[in-house]
């Protein structure tokens, strides 16, 4: 069975920095698509960011393009989403996501409906 393990969240002021991490227990990550998807109150899911376990490819949404990276390592089936100069309308609970790869990663990371494995959440709070 799937499970997707998130950690990191927090309180953190406008700049400062966060690391979320994502631990998958249950399948090894090759030829999945492991990301990150945030839903604020009031707004849809956006996806954040995702990376494919076999080539590294990622996709990073405009909003946080240049501020966030993320990285994968398949030995310890961890993903983490570095996030930086974060802004309050980074405040949202983060969701870690996972899917066998069927498309491209550009068109997974924006289809919520096809990932069938979600962690729990963890609350990411961007305030002064």
């Known amino acids: 069975q799937v499970q997707l393990v998130e950690s990191g969240g927090g309180l953190v002021q406008p700049g400062g920095s966060l690391r979320l991490s994502c631990a998958a227990s249950?399948?090894?990550?090759?030829?999945?698509?492991i990301g990150w998807f945030r839903q604020a109150p009031g707004k849809e899911r956006e996806g954040v960011s995702c990376?494919?376990?076999?080539?590294?490819?990622?996709y990073y949404a405009d909003s946080v393009k240049g501020r966030f990276t993320i990285s994968r390592d398949n030995a310890k089936n961890t993903v983490y989403l570095q996030m930086s100069s974060l802004k309050p309308e980074d405040t949202a609970i983060y969701y870690c996501?996972?899917?066998?790869?069927?498309?491209?990663?550009?068109?997974?990371?924006?289809?919520?409906?096809?990932?069938?494995?979600w962690g729990q959440g963890t609350q990411v709070t961007v305030s002064s």
């Open positions: 990376i494919s376990s076999s080539d590294g490819s990622t």
């Open positions: 249950g399948f090894t990550l090759d030829y999945y698509v």
């Open positions: 996501v996972a899917e066998y790869r069927i498309s491209t990663i550009q068109s997974m990371c924006v289809m919520p409906h096809l990932f069938r494995s």
